[in-house]
């Protein structure tokens, strides 16, 4: 079994959560392994099944709700598989072992031993990496299947240049049975699905706009749809961070939170709180977020707050404030509301259409 803490750029812009699997059984056809697969992101728990390969270690026929999981495994944890497999491993003697898939294709190359400490314990490890303004390195144990950890960056010219993906090895051993780590994670059943919310579409029913923060420091632009979500439905909201100078330049590395506030400013609730986090990181200065809308309507307030900006090992509170977006809303009628008011309507037409007739309705003899 293994236990990862890992973060990937593509899923909730690289913030941190834990992919954990026990190597279960060999797949009926022999060409693969039965995982029990597991992902603990804030407070959302996830567990079920998947297949990886033999040759490559890719996910296959993953249950519904861990698929977005183990898309996050194959393009950190796994992604070694698109240099080295069972069938063309690698020698760490070799000057090179492939090109990654950035632009220009930088060689991707073994570049020495070394001792390295992560959660798990400490391990002899050959470096595997390439340079591109930054060092993007996997460390990986020859005794291993995957690698104990990696820092890749993203193949961006901006600085600071954010990462593409981290992880580190939190445990790993052997067991013929399910880990207890495994089985104290229950997997909660889906939310009823409201037929009646509409899909965001930010091409064809969004609202856009940008503001600067109460301190003047920053511009907050964003885009959110349906234009008029409903309670209980989602909403989408796109968030840029610019520079209140020159709204072409993003900031990098921004944290903020999402906070529900009533009529006279006072927090309701944190979004990034009831997810089990602190906060929300975007690291290329957008992001994307989608919320469900809780408050009755006519309107519900939004305040986005930025806490502050990392520059490199420093937190810079200067770009904080905040801004307030008041998202107008309707409601989704209940099925007895709405019944009650086709009823309503037919009376009315038959009480109409009797009078103008003369039409009586009379008991059956």
């Known amino acids: 079994?293994?236990?990862?803490?890992v973060c990937w750029t593509d899923h909730n812009n690289c913030d941190f959560f834990e992919i954990d699997f026990w190597v279960k059984s060999k797949a009926l056809d022999g060409n693969g392994w039965n995982l029990?697969?597991?992902?603990?992101?804030?407070?959302?728990k996830q567990k079920g099944a998947v297949t990886i390969g033999?040759?490559?270690?890719?996910?296959?026929?993953?249950?519904?709700?861990?698929?977005?999981?183990?898309?996050?495994?194959?393009?950190?944890?796994?992604?070694?598989?698109?240099?080295?497999?069972?069938e063309t491993p690698k020698d760490f003697s070799l000057l090179a072992w492939c090109r990654n898939g950035g632009v220009?294709?930088?060689?991707?190359?073994?570049?020495?031993?070394?001792?390295?400490?992560?959660?798990?314990?400490?391990?002899?490890?050959?470096?595997?990496?390439?340079?591109?303004?930054?060092?993007?390195?996997?460390?990986?144990?020859?005794s291993l299947p995957f690698p104990i950890k990696a820092q890749v960056f993203a193949d961006v010219t901006q600085d600071p240049i954010p990462p593409q993906y981290i992880f580190e090895l939190l445990e790993t051993g052997n067991s013929s049975t399910e880990p207890q780590f495994l089985k104290n994670i229950g997997v909660a059943p889906p939310p009823p699905k409201n037929t009646n919310c509409e899909?965001?579409?930010?091409?064809?029913?969004?609202?856009?706009?940008?503001?600067?923060?109460?301190?003047?420091?920053?511009?907050?632009?964003?885009r959110y749809s349906p234009s008029i979500?409903?309670?209980?439905?989602?909403?989408?909201?796109?968030?840029?961070?610019?520079?209140?100078?020159?709204?072409?330049?993003?900031?990098?590395?921004?944290?903020?939170?999402?906070?529900?506030?009533?009529?006279?400013?006072?927090?309701?609730?944190?979004?990034?709180?009831?997810?089990?986090?602190?906060?929300?990181?975007?690291?290329?200065?957008?992001?994307?977020?989608?919320?469900?809308?809780?408050?009755?309507?006519?309107v519900t307030h939004y305040v986005v707050y930025i806490s502050g900006v990392a520059t490199g090992g420093n937190f810079d509170?200067?770009?904080?404030?905040?801004v307030k977006i008041d998202v107008q809303t309707t409601s989704v009628p209940e099925f007895g509301t709405l019944a009650t008011i086709v009823l309503a309507a037919a009376l009315i037409s038959i009480i109409v259409i009797s009078t103008?007739?003369?039409?009586r309705f009379t008991a059956k003899q």
Request: aromatic share 12%; with cysteine.
């Open 1 to 5: 079994y293994f236990r990862y803490n």
């Open 356 to 359: 103008r007739t003369g039409l």
């Open 104 to 142: 220009g294709g930088q060689t991707v190359s073994p570049e020495g031993q070394t001792d390295v400490t992560v959660h798990a314990g400490k391990f002899k490890a050959w470096m595997i990496g390439w340079h591109k303004g930054v060092d993007s390195t996997s460390w990986v144990v020859p």
């Open 54 to 86: 033999m040759i490559t270690p890719d996910p296959m026929y993953p249950t519904p709700n861990i698929s977005d999981y183990t898309n996050v495994y194959k393009n950190t944890i796994a992604w070694l598989d698109s240099c080295a497999t069972s």
């Open 36 to 44: 029990e697969f597991a992902a603990i992101d804030g407070s959302i």
């Open 199 to 222: 899909t965001p579409n930010m091409q064809t029913d969004s609202i856009h706009n940008s503001h600067n923060t109460d301190t003047g420091n920053m511009i907050i632009e964003y």
């Open 317 to 322: 509170t200067s770009p904080s404030g905040l």
């Open 229 to 298: 979500p409903k309670q209980g439905c989602p909403v989408e909201f796109r968030l840029s961070f610019e520079k209140n100078f020159d709204p072409n330049q993003k900031y990098s590395n921004v944290y903020y939170d999402i906070f529900t506030v009533n009529d006279a400013g006072k927090k309701l609730a944190s979004e990034a709180q009831s997810l089990g986090k602190q906060n929300f990181l975007a690291p290329v200065g957008d992001d994307d977020r989608t919320l469900t809308i809780k408050e009755a309507p006519p």
